[in-house]
């Protein structure tokens, strides 16, 4: 699985942006498609996902009721919709794409593949 994330930027804080990630090269039907964020001196941290068949989403407590995950089956590409930023929101996001039965999908080990990652910087 290739994965082409985009969309990030400078935004004020309480703006939004919207990232996406455009997957090919293989069938994402058994697959989970993951967000992660890393910010300068911190570790890489679970974000979002959500599972190709069926469309079960999960998110980290820190963006719960402000980002939303979402997919266009058609498009094979994945959302990020992320609505009231903060400066603590500033990272390198990462898409990423786990077997659906590789264990917890909150867990960036159980990923196999991921994109390049895309910068998301808010200023207060």
């Known amino acids: 699985v290739q994965l082409q994330a985009s969309g990030g930027g400078l935004v004020q804080a309480g703006g939004s942006l919207r990232l996406s990630c455009a997957a090919s090269?293989?069938?994402?039907?058994?697959?989970?498609m993951g967000w992660f964020r890393q910010a300068p001196g911190k570790e890489r941290e679970f974000v979002a996902a959500?599972?190709?068949?069926?469309?079960?989403?999960y998110y980290a407590d820190s963006v719960k009721g402000r980002f939303t995950i979402s997919k266009d089956n058609p498009r094979n590409t994945v959302y990020l919709q992320m609505n009231s930023l903060g400066p603590e929101d500033t990272a390198v996001y990462y898409c990423?794409?786990?077997?659906?039965?590789?264990?917890?999908?909150?867990?960036?080990?159980?990923?196999?593949?991921w994109g390049q990652g895309t910068l998301v910087t808010v200023s207060s």
């Open positions: 990423a794409a786990a077997w659906e039965y590789s264990g917890s999908y909150y867990s960036s080990t159980n990923y196999n593949y």
């Open positions: 959500v599972r190709w068949s069926g469309g079960y989403t």
């Open positions: 090269g293989r069938t994402l039907s058994s697959y989970v």
